[in-house]
């Protein structure tokens, strides 16, 4: 059974930085997976942030290039997303998800508030 669990949110002014994580068990495929980040604020959609894929492919929403860094450990079965510069708008709660062979995976969450 695959599980994903993010943690690292909090809650952090304007300006600051935090590092999510996104550990992953039950999942033997993990180096071979594609793992994103997605947002969701309050009363919006959930929103691609970020992906990293098994052969090393990395981009970004527009809203966060250049503040946010995506980074995974394969031997840790885990994913990252370093934010730097943070806004208020970029307050919502984070999500982690892996995608392989048309299966797809979702964490339960990690609320990042950001008070300007």
């Known amino acids: 059974q695959v599980q994903l669990v993010e943690s690292g949110g909090g809650l952090v002014q304007a300006g600051g930085s935090l590092r999510l994580s996104c550990a992953a068990s039950?999942?033997?495929?993990?180096?071979?997976?594609?793992m994103a980040w997605y947002r969701q604020a309050p009363e919006k959609q959930r929103e691609y942030v970020a992906v990293a894929t098994s052969g090393g492919t990395i981009s970004y929403a527009d809203s966060v290039k250049g503040r946010f860094t995506v980074s995974r450990d394969n031997a840790k079965n885990s994913v990252f997303l370093q934010m730097n510069s943070l806004k208020p708008e970029d307050t919502a709660v984070y999500y982690c998800?892996?995608?392989?062979?048309?299966?797809?995976?979702w964490g339960k969450g990690t609320l990042v508030t950001v008070s300007s």
């Open positions: 998800r892996a995608l392989r062979d048309g299966s797809g995976y």
């Open positions: 039950g999942m033997s495929f993990f180096s071979g997976a594609t």
